[in-house]
């Protein structure tokens, strides 16, 4: 009877085990839908920048600025994580996310409608602060109440949604900005006026018809509103509860070290972050620059250089997933570093003349560039807990970083447009100094 009665208890726990997994799945598949919302949001304007400068009647390097303030948005997104993070429960954590989530479809929608450069600036200072919120929230989530080892692809998996979507977001706009030069002939040209690359942003009645690209903001914001309302809906059947109810052992945290301890690694992890934005600012301007540089791309390859880009990501992003098996997050930074680095300076030597060059170095660039954030959090976090208070760091870096050299390159571009691929080389062999720095000073003073 005893062991009838254990056999029982054990295909309970096993049957409960199970739905407890099939909740787990989806509710990584449908966060991880969610960060592919603003990954279409981040993207999009890569190969609508020309479009948004236009439509505001700006330059490239003005319109870039904007790209700035949304920058500054995603730090305080993410200072905004760290400071709540204490003081949250775990469910209000989770509907806040969905919030986020449901904010940016409503703030890409609107895009194309705003002929301001300074309500554009809100627009984009507002989801940015959205996505720095949730990208630090659904991080430190998985990190938080998981073992490190289960949360590892999580991350991974998290990251190479954000890319699918970014990926996406050119594919989209593709055949719509193939229709806008169809019939705006004159609208969107770059060219060269005394020795500067401007973008001509004369308006004429031709322009003032119903633009097609407004189609692409409308499609993506429809896109992310789903997928919010989706979250909402698995959070209104309880989905926290049946995902975190069963865990029978608490997760060891790491502790979180005085700030008096680990000051200098956080200036370190800081940098470091500062060098990710070398993925933002490709993104943003590669397109343009395929366009407006000696390369002269039309519309179709230019599109396609762009998600070649992307590419490199998704397949660097599920590399990352099945490496972190394998491998130690070190030695992934590591070899990403080594790539990242070598693509950028092939790039810079041989691409403004050789087509090739670019196709193939674009992608490895993106390759490479996949796993270098989430390999850095998780080897942040070997350190000490990053989860809390200090989450706030890793976007911090990057949106500094995003914000300094959007505003420089865009500067840049005025004078030379492939002088975007020189900033990306130059900041990729700084991004390995960091490192090594950031490795010695765990080695010799946070293992003493």
Known sequence: MHEKKTLLDNGHRGKRDQNNCVWVVLFVTVSSLAMSCFGLFISITGPTLQFLAVNTDSRIDQVSEVLVVRSVGVFVGAVMFSALSSFMRRSHHLWSLAFASLAVGGLLT???FLHSSALLGIDEAVGGIMFGYFYSGIEALYMKHWSE??????VQITNAFFIAGAFLAPVIAKPFLEMESRHHTNA???????????????RTAEADTFDPVIWCFV?????????????????LCG???????????????????PIKEVWVFFILVFMYMFCVS?????????YSTAVCSTLKMNVQKASFLNSLYWIGNIVGSVSGVLMTHYFKPNLIIVLDLAGTSASAIIMSIWGEENEVVMWIFTFLFGYFMATVRPSGMVWSNQVTNMTGKYMFIFLAGSG???SL??????????INPFSMVYVVAGVSLFHILVFLLMAAYRRYYLQK
């Open 110 to 112: 609107v895009t194309p």
């Open 149 to 154: 080892a289960t949360a590892r692809p999580f």
């Open 188 to 202: 969107r040209t770059c060219h060269t006026n005394s020795g500067n690359a401007v973008y001509d942003t004369n």
């Open 219 to 235: 499609a993506i914001g429809s896109y992310v509103t789903l997928v919010a309302i989706i979250f909402i809906v698995l959070l």
């Open 239 to 257: 989905i926290e509860k049946k995902i975190f109810h069963d865990q029978r052992k608490e997760i060891a945290v790491k502790q979180e070290r």
């Open 278 to 286: 070398n993925l933002m600012v490709f993104q943003s301007f590669i």
């Open 400 to 402: 500094a970083g995003t």
């Open 405 to 414: 050299m959007t505003q420089v390159t865009g500067d840049l571009f005025q």
